[in-house]
């Protein structure tokens, strides 16, 4: 089945700021963000954080492994067959974020209930502490009993690179295919924040 959709014929909707951070500041909204808020970030190498395209290029250099660009195959291989070690650096190097921009500050200094977060980097701990806010990260691995009534936590759904170790490769930093498309890690987390 095919659709013939002309995306000329979407229109831009305006967005009443004001009525948005009105609704944020009931301490009742939630800020969830995936890959695009990392984007005009800085990490330790000083580059932005790469996307998934380009992580896996990076684990196949590090793994001296043909170029692929699918995160879920190179990084399965890699997992199997290279030195954790090597990857766990790449990883903290490209995810170890040193510096936001002004509007990761002002999007973070909002009234958020709570922070879910598909990233593994600490972009949101970041912004938040230099907006004057100290926030724990914590990840689907954590028992929720004592967080789900916090309003001062970041979520991390596929990992947190703070907290990343060797072992955490294998389930909590979600990189392959078996870790990342499985939900049994979330479900079985009990973590329902």
């Known amino acids: 089945m095919e659709l013939n959709i002309n995306t ?6 305006q967005v009443a700021t004001a009525d948005l951070i009105s609704r944020i500041s009931t301490g ?22 790469p996307l998934a395209e380009d992580l896996a290029r990076m684990i196949s250099a590090l793994g001296e492994m ?12 890699y997992l199997e067959y290279k030195d954790k070690g090597k990857l766990l650096n ?15 500050k002002t999007i973070c200094s909002l009234d958020w209930k709570r ?21 724990e990260s914590i990840s689907s691995i954590e028992s929720p009993e004592g967080y789900y009534k916090r309003s001062d936590i970041c979520l991390h759904i596929n990992g947190s690179i703070e907290r990343a170790n060797i072992e955490s490769l294998d389930g909590e930093i ?16 009990g973590c329902s924040l």
Do not use: M
């Open 66 to 77: 043909d170029e692929d660009t699918s995160l879920t195959y190179v990084s399965e291989y």
């Open 174 to 189: 979600k990189l392959s295919d078996s870790s990342y498309v499985s939900p049994d890690s979330f479900i079985e987390s």
């Open 8 to 13: 000329l014929d979407f229109k831009l909707h």
């Open 28 to 49: 009742k909204a939630l800020l969830f963000t995936g890959a695009g808020f990392s984007l005009n970030t800085e990490n330790v190498s000083g580059q932005e954080p």
């Open 115 to 135: 922070f879910y977060t598909t990233n593994y980097d600490n972009s949101i701990e970041l912004s938040c502490l230099q907006g004057g806010k100290r926030i």
């Open 90 to 104: 790449l990883l903290k190097e490209c995810f170890t974020i040193k510096k936001v921009s002004e509007f990761h």
